[in-house]
Structure formats: structure tokens, C-alpha cells
């Protein structure tokens, strides 16, 4: 098998942009790299992008919020066994907060929330973990944390370094409603005649396709805390690109397009809460030089303040979201417009 | 720009296996390939391929079912118009078979479903596609079907081509309800030495962890319809290194992990409802002959009739999938264990 | 204990209305009961009886749907043999059908789905019948159902009557995806001059505080196939009067508001997906005469084709749920409204 | 209509028990009274109830937190301002809780959450109750709370008094996530002898089948958050008894049966994280005498400190919650028993 080993694997990789930006953490025109086999979304960003650089301010990107978190699951006798034992890890609050400190330059423990299922104790420890996604830094930190809560605490058992209340790599409610990950909402507000002239739609139509397919056609199909068009296309190819845990996509992709009809203007949202990123950790290291020069064309090998660099890629992500999300939108509004444009991209070879 | 351009992006790709599987569509035993930034997923499921091949049977993976979707919006002035109007849609059922059928050589429409919300009625057009993931054969399939139902059944307009009841890349409850992709179970039996020796842990403890964690804890974080620690690292990885749309991982990562302790074995199973993967189509085109080479390694490049390379495929993956699950799922019957496999594996550089 | 066994609890009721309807199953005005210790719901519903009044065909009430369903659980020793199973008992449907028809003069099979995860195999099959909710009728012919296959299936054993893919009185997706109960969607178009008068609202604030409020709010707490106020306290008003099974309102109140601008009116729409509802059976039987006098004052008493006094039913339900979300949605437009009605109205003695 | 308007509701009742209860709030042995059309509930929570009083500490029910919660929904031009918003709202959380101190004798705002989706910003308000459900107590504080940050904080709008992510009366994952209501574990060990000579089964057998129905059927169902046979049956019964306003068993139905075999014995577990109950306020005042005796009855007027009576009312509810659970698990895991059972008790008059 020695001849099969680890080769680098194709995803062809293109540049688009740049996306006019502003916001809490990040302004400019910005590039980003998108890798993809799904081709078509190349000139699809492209196009929202265009339309980005139409408007003043561009699209804002607003950080929201930031964390990353591991939830243990611990073994108890009963409810009460596990009341009393999550009312002691509260108590040394300060204890575990050293614990984790001594865990990582970076690591921080920030917040704690837990479930009683029964005797079951699911405790969601919550840390920040400057440029990193975090997620070895976070299993690290809980496994310290365990080791100190079985030594510590009457009446608890090992259950499992993660409990899937974390949640890592799966569609649930907890991230959005907790957080995980950055929380970034990029907005754009675009004049009708932009609308009409480069997106071949109007305000209205935007918003009323907006109410039916992402709102309640999601909310039929089952969906949960999310309405969007295509997520995961944009997230999946940035992330790629930029040397993150892809899978990640999975919790990301759930987010929420929300439009107004302003005036003339419509007014378009994209809200992602659960934006697992990082500049630094798996993914960007020796033998991946690729990612690194993509990640110093971004501007993200910059000496900064700890997490600036992540966020501000998280913001470069939402705003990327943001103009797939919105030139895909527009062209839904259009009867065969989606699959003509498919039909004229795909003809030319995918990676010519 | 230009120098920018089309570059291939280098996710580093190693083969695992052989896995051994038998089951409706494939048997034997099989190396994959996987493209993933996070390494520890090769020795991991290279441990499961293992356990495979030290059981008779190895892996036995069963095809269940096999369709994929698109579904449309129509706006009518109110929910007796909807009525009427998908009534006419069923009756002209024929009709739109042939419409299919005339689309594309492979596409042919075997169900439709519907929901009517007030005056919008969402269509779900139901379809085999050969060996073809089928994203463009049936959204091409639907604009023709969309395309007749304007002109022939009265009350409708043009909502959207997809009204997000498909759904596509999107984490809902309907795909695995109604079926979208290939749906597949994976099951291994191991005795309890070979869990012992292999994997460090006894089949009461992996069967405790996975009703705790899997299921107890997803639903606590608000998951649905999955129960799984990690089939979206899995997916990614095999999803990549064959080119598939790897968004799709969104839903093809929702599914259950069932766990019985039957005497002195483990039944470990792993259940994939929604499975979008092709052997041809988009990301196996020209340009990409490292897919094209990886195909071939696989044995997928055999002349079959339509659909079985794609469903062997399936097979394949979703054994892929049970591999790195029990491989995880043993690690965390054991304190400790996860973080230091990781430490290990990733002191190696990542692409070395 | 004999002294403080079977009372009666005086759960408070009156007569609302009459609202004005029409559709495909009932026309005509017509008063409905509600039984509550919620005094509030009595001005709040008549307020939008009175709206229905005064707009020519009133509320459009469409039945779509009707059907009641149990799922039974079979154990097998692996997917291979689900599979064998579940195709096994699809080619022995004209039997099964004979099977149910002869367990009850209004039973009837008319479909069959299934979902396989590893070895278990839930069945959900799907009845018509009659007047009544039906599920007694239904729980005793899947227990014949069960009984045949259990006899004439290889390589199933008995998991369980109830597999909770039914599903009943819970809020799952399956009721409104495969159908459960009425699909009933009740409409009301209401001209801008009215929703000023009589509703201190306009059409265009209605269909923004539907948007953000029903879709978006509900989709931020995790909702599930649901975008409404306060269905459930409706439903539990009139299921109490009407001597339903009230706790199926846990279903029944998973139902989308969805409103539009319409020139100058309001189109206000409710989908109900998940009624349980019967004007037989359980509830309606000896020493609950009360019961038995609100049906017969409802009309529902009359000698109709078997199904039809329920269907009325539904549409009427569907209906009075329209008109207090429809008041309660006008009053939350405005600043303080709601507490101020609440005070006034609970001044009054509950049941004075 | 006069002769037609506010009159009694005979839903049939009953008195069951004694439980026998232990825990955190309340002890000793209770009976309960239901009121339900749907009479073979009695026997069946009879039947654990006495399981209940063969087993030494009983029932254990533990109190794992309370609180209830309004959410408002405030517009705003776009996130940077709901960013700013929610930032001073936090800031002035002393004035925050003044404002609510100052609107009622009991309520005490404990916790504020919020969401922000492109320009909304949802805040949930967190309060804590006294002996009330709190329904009208948490609006009319959060009405001054929105008085006041219209006031005081600057670029937001009015949005709505309830924004639903707070959510009343309506099946989500923030409450049980965030908490709202009463979170109470019901928890009984139950001796081998004892599960086979009362409920005709086995630890093993019930554990089975409370990961195969409960578990995975109702995930497979697309439930959320929830895990249990007929919860909503008993809270029901116990809500209409006990004055409460039952259109909170949608989402109090919510919740996880977790079981273990423990050597001989079975380990039965209920928790209900989203119990809305009060002993004061609604439903419980003049002209609901029946009401009033059935608290007098159950132990809940003594005077005691605030809250106290409420918490042990969540309790008792809990225990009858997990007698009605029990028998009915253990009905299902024998074929026919359960539809045997409902014929022998429905042929007795419903109401005799």
C-alpha cells in the first residue's frame, strides 16, 4: 500500500473577491479562497461580492460571540447525587478556572452549564482559546478538568470525556442557543436598482422567496434553528481553503437568512452562530503550506492580539456566506435561472 | 488575480483499510480512501477495518433504499386552490413520468409527496439517477416538471425550483423520514475478546456509553433524528477523497448508532439514511484524475448496470463510517484515552 | 376514599361566537364551546368570531388529509432480516387489509411506512377510522396486525404495540410529514379598514410580527415543524368541551401560521396538520352528558356518512384556533395591549 | 346564548394512590387526584403508585431548578445596534431587577438570555415566581421591563411583548436547555421480584424497551428533546385536578424516562425539565371551589414559605408521572396486554 499513501487530495481552489467589508472586527476588500468541486458556486460568490463592493459600507459583519466547549458526562446513583455534585463543581469555579489556565497558554474557562438526565450529569464546559478552533485544546483542558472533578467531588463516576451535549459535528440546538463558535451575522443592504440590474430581482421578490422557502419551507421539512438557501456550499469550500476541521460544517451550516423590504432597498442578513474557525492548530501546520499561504494572502499571519486573527476570518466567513446565500436567492426567484446558469458554468471543465 | 486562480487544494489523503463486507450489494474486502486534515481519523479507522477482519463476515452492510429529490414551490390564492391543484398533480402522474424520463437518460420519477402551508403547496418529486448523485439531474428534471405544471394545471405560479422541502445540505427531519439518498445500515458483531484485546473495553461498556451519549445526550442537545459521535468526520473524509459534494455531509452525518450486548458480543451497528453520493457526476470530471484514480482503485469503475457502483459505493462508505465510530466510541469507555491518542498521532506531522 | 372518588371537574365553559365558515366539508355560522380556566380566551376568540362575520365567506376551512396511525416495533437479528421483513409484509398487504377490516366495522388499512435502524424494524401503519379519533381502534387492529405477522413473517419478534413512531401526544415530525389526524388550514382574508377597527392593527404589522415572532422566534427556541402563538390554548378549550383526548393538543398545536399582504387586506392562515379528533368513541360515551349536549349543539349529532361529523369538527376547530390567534397576534402588535386586556378581563371573577 | 354560557366541564375525576414520595421538597404518601376522559389511566397509575409503597424510600422526586420566562422582541436597524443593545440592557440589570421587584410582591428577575438574528434581538427574562405558575406575573414585569429599555436604551423598537423564544405552550429545546418551569427528576429502584410478580416483566425486559421505543422511536420519529411513552397523559389528568393551565403539558411533556439494570433490580427514572405549575393565580381562584379542595386535599394551603407549596406540587406531579410511565412500559413489553387491558376497563361506564 506503501505507494498509496498520503498524497494531497484535488479540491480545486479558486479566488473571488474581493468582498467590501466592515464591522466589529474587520473592514476592507477582502479575497477569500474557495475550494470546491461544486464549481458553479466559484461565480456565485463572485456576484454577491460585486454587489458588495456596489455599496458603501459593503456587508457588515458583526461579531457576536465566541467560545468553544466539551461537555463531560459523569455517572452518578441519583438525581440528587447529581445535583449535589454539580452544585460542588460550581462552588470551585476558581479552582477549575486555574486548572484549565495551567492546561494552555490559551485556554480559558468561561462559562458552565449542565443537564440532569436521571442519574446522568452532563456538565458543558465553555472556554475561550484564542486564534485555535480549540477543539484539542478544549478535550485537553476537560480531561484535566475530569481528573480533578473525580478526585474532588463525592459521588460521581467517569462517563465520557464528551457527552454529545458539547455538541461537535452535529445539527442541534444547544450551540445556537449556548453558543459554540464564533456568533457572526453579516448584512447587507442593497438599493433596487442593484437588486433589478445585477441580480435580475426586485426587493420584494427577495423577501417573500426568503418568508416561503427558507422560513417555512425549512420549518416543514423539519428543520431546526435554521433557514437558509445553501450554507454549508460557501462554508464547506473557506473552510477548505483555510486548513479548518471541515465537518465542522455540519453545526455551521445551520443559520438563519432574515430580509426586509427597506424602502427601496432590501435589506439581507445572515446570521451564523455556530462558526467553528481558527488561524493556528490542526490543518495549518508542516506539510500544508498551501493553507498557509492562503491564510497570509487573507492577512490572517498578522501579529495580533490572541483570537484576533480568528475572528477576523470568521467575519470574512459570514460575509462569503453571505453572497452565495444572496446570489443564489435572486436567481431561485427566476423560473430556470438556477439550472441555466448550472447548464453554462459546468460546460467549461470543472478544474480548466 | 490570474495567479491565484485554479490551484488544487492539498488535503493530504491516505488509504485505510482493508475492511472486509458483505451484505446486498458488495462483499469482500476493500481499502478507501480518506482526505481529511485531522490525521488520528486514519489509525482510527484503521482499527475498525481491523476489527472487520478478524470477524467471518466482517462488516455487513445492507441497502435499504435509494432516491433523490428536489422539491418545488407553488403559490396558489389559498389552500382549496393547493388542493386542487396537487389532486391534478397525482392524476397527471403519467405524464410527468414521461416528462421526467425525456429529461435524462438515467432520471425517472418514482413518488412525490407534498405539504400545503395556507396557499403554499411545497412538491417533493422523488427519483432514481443511475449512478449519479443526481443534484443537477433532478433539479433539471424538476424545471421541465415545473415547466408542464405552470402550463397545465391551473391556480399555481412559479414559487421557487426548490422550496427547501428537498432538502439539500440541510440537517431536517424529512430526508430520513421520506427518504433522499442512499439509506444504509452497517452492523458488526464482535466477540468480546477482540473488544477487549482491540479495542480496550467490553461490549456492556460500549453499549452503556452509546445509550448515554449517543442517545441521551444528542437528544438533550436538542439533535435530530441522530445519534452518532462522529459520522461527519467519516463522511468527510471519504466524501472528499471520491469526489462527492462534501456539503452533503450536513445530512448524511444524521444517523444512529444502535448497540446490543448480545452474550458474550458486541452488535454495533451504524444506520445512514441519507446518503448523497455518486461515482459519476460533478467532482469526477476532467481535471480531477486523482478522483478518477481512486474510483478505479475501489473497483467502481467496472461496467455494472446503473446505480450499482454508486450503491457499492454507499456500502463502502457507510462501513467506513462504522469503522471510525467503534474506533472513537471504544477510546471513550477509557479516561484518558481520547486525548492521549491524540497527543500521540499528532506529534507526527500532519502530512509526513 | 370512597367520598373523594369520580367527581366531575368543573373546568369552566361557554359558548364563543358564532364564527362564519366555509370549505369543503362545513358551511354556515355556527357557535363553538370552550372549556377553560383561561377566562381570557372567551372576549379573545369571539373578537375574531366577530372578524369572520363580517367578511362575506367568512373562514375558508380546507380539509387536506385524514388518517390515524400506530407504529409497532419488531425485533430482528439485523437489518438484512428488517429488510426481508418489512418487503414481506408490503406483499402481504391485502391480507393485512382483510385483517383490519375484520377487527372493526370503520377500521380500514390504507398505508403502510417503516424506518430500520440497525435490527429494529418500526412499522407505522396508517388507518382510516370513521367518526372516531380512533385510537383504540387502531391500537386493537395493530394488535391483530401484529399477531398475523408475528405468524406468517420469518425472523421477527415482538418489540412493542407502540414504537413511538406513531407518534402520539408528542411533538415529532413524522404527524406532519406521513400525516396524523385532520390536516385541516383554516383562512381568513380580512380587509385592511377591519384589521384597523376592529383589530388596532394593520395588515402590514400582522405580517411582520408573524414573521419575526412566529417563524423566526420560534425557530430560535429550537421549534419543530411549528410557527404559531398559542394554538394549544385553543385546543385545549374546545378538546375539553368536545370530549377529545386532550392530551393530544401536545401534536395538534405543532401547526405554521403564515400571513401575506394582499393590497390592502390581510390574508391570515392557519395549518393544523396533527388534529386528533372524533365525535365518537372515548369521552363522548355514558355519564359525560354535558359532552353529549355540545356535540348535538354543534350539529354534530346529525345521521352523516361515517367520517363526516368528525371532519365538520376538525373544520371548526381549525376555525376557532384562527380566531384567537388571530386576536392575539393583533393585540401583541401593540405596546402593552395584551397585559392590559389580561387585567381587565381577569378582574372579573374566573367564573362569574 | 345565556342559558348556554359559563357552566362546568365534567371532565370525569378520581383520586389514585397514595405514592409513596421522598427527596428534596416533599415526603411521605400522597394520593393525587386525575381528571381524565381517559379512565384507564387510573388503574394504570394505581399500579405504580403501589410499586411505589413496596419500596422502601419511595419515590425519590428531586427539585433540580425553577424559573419562568418571558421573552421580548425589540427591532433595531441591524446587529451592531442589537450588539449594543443587549450590552446595555446587561449593563443596567440593577435597574432591571428594581423595575421588576417593584411590579409584583414575588417576582424576582433571576437571568437574562438573548438571540440576536440579523437586526432582531430577542431578550429572555428569567424570573423567579413565588407559589405561581407566573404566566400573567412574568408578562406584566416584562411589560415595565420593555417600558423601561424603550426608555432608556437607545436604537431599539418595539417588536413584540412575546417574541416565542420564550416559550409558552409550545414544544422547543430552549426551555429545557435554559430551563423554564420546574426541572424535576422522579426517580424509583424497583427489585427484580417486585417487576415481575406487579408488572408482569423484568428489569431487562424494560430496559430494551425503553431504549428501543423511547430512544431511538421517538428520535427516529423526529422528536425533540423528549424521550417517553405518555407523559402528557398524566400531566393532563393532574393539571385539570390541580387548577393549572393545561396547555403547558405541550411542552411539559418534554422529557427523558432513563432506565438501568442494576444487579437484580430496575432502576426507573423520569425527568421533566419544563413542569409549569402553581398553587396560586389561575384556575385557582372564586367559583373553582372543586379546585380549592382538591390543594386543601393534597397538603398544598398549609402556610409555608414561599414557592414551598409549588415545589411540592412539581414533585407530586413527577411521582404520577413515573407511576403512569411504569405501568404503561411494562404493559407494552408484553404483546396484547395492553389492548387487553383498556377493553376490561372501558366496558365499566367511563364516569361510573
Chains 1, 2, 3, 4 share one sequence.
Not at 261 to 274: I, K
Not at 287 to 314: K, S, T, W, Y
Request: proline share 5%.
Amino acid at each position: 500500500m506503501a505507494q498509496r499513501d498520503v498524497v494531497p487530495s484535488p479540491v480545486p481552489m479558486k479566488w473571488v473577491g474581493p468582498l467590501r467589508l466592515s464591522g466589529n472586527v474587520v473592514t476592507g476588500e477582502h479575497e477569500v479562497p474557495l475550494a470546491t468541486y461544486e464549481t458553479p458556486l466559484w461565480p456565485s460568490v463572485s456576484r454577491g461580492a460585486k454587489i458588495s463592493r456596489l455599496v458603501d459600507e459593503g456587508i457588515v459583519a458583526t461579531l457576536v460571540d465566541e467560545r468553544m466547549t466539551r461537555s463531560i458526562l459523569l455517572d452518578t446513583d441519583g438525581a440528587a447525587d447529581a445535583l449535589a455534585a454539580i452544585t460542588a463543581i460550581h462552588a470551585a469555579r476558581p479552582e477549575l478556572e486555574a486548572t484549565v489556565a495551567e492546561s494552555s497558554r490559551f485556554a480559558r474557562l468561561i462559562d458552565i452549564h449542565h443537564q440532569i438526565a436521571g442519574n446522568l450529569l452532563f456538565v458543558r464546559f465553555e472556554y475561550s482559546t484564542g486564534d485555535a478552533s480549540g477543539h484539542n485544546m478544549v478535550t485537553h483542558a476537560s480531561d484535566r478538568l475530569m481528573e480533578r472533578i473525580l478526585a474532588t467531588v463525592p459521588g460521581v463516576r467517569y462517563g465520557s470525556i464528551s457527552g454529545n451535549y458539547c455538541s461537535d459535528k452535529k445539527a442541534t440546538a444547544v450551540n445556537g442557543i449556548l453558543g459554540r463558535g464564533k456568533n457572526v451575522v453579516a448584512e447587507l443592504t442593497i438599493p433596487g436598482a442593484i437588486c433589478s440590474r445585477w441580480l435580475r430581482t426586485t426587493p420584494e421578490r427577495m423577501n417573500e422567496l426568503n418568508i416561503r422557502k427558507n422560513l417555512i419551507g425549512t420549518m416543514l421539512a423539519g428543520g431546526l434553528r435554521s433557514a437558509n438557501a445553501h450554507y454549508a456550499n460557501m462554508l464547506l469550500a473557506i473552510y477548505l481553503a483555510t486548513g479548518q476541521d471541515a465537518a465542522n460544517i455540519v453545526e455551521g451550516s445551520q443559520g438563519i437568512t432574515h430580509t426586509e423590504v427597506r424602502g427601496d432597498d432590501l435589506y439581507f442578513s445572515c446570521t451564523l452562530p455556530n462558526l467553528i474557525v481558527g488561524t493556528v492548530g490542526n490543518g495549518k501546520g508542516a506539510g500544508l503550506e498551501h493553507i498557509e499561504r492562503n491564510l497570509v494572502a487573507m492577512g490572517l499571519r498578522e501579529p495580533r492580539d490572541p483570537g484576533e486573527n480568528a475572528r477576523r476570518l470568521a467575519a470574512m466567513i459570514a460575509a462569503t456566506v453571505l453572497c452565495g446565500e444572496l446570489s443564489l436567492m435572486a436567481a431561485q426567484t427566476n423560473p430556470g435561472e438556477l439550472m441555466q446558469s448550472h447548464i453554462a458554468l459546468e460546460r467549461t471543465p470543472a478544474a480548466g
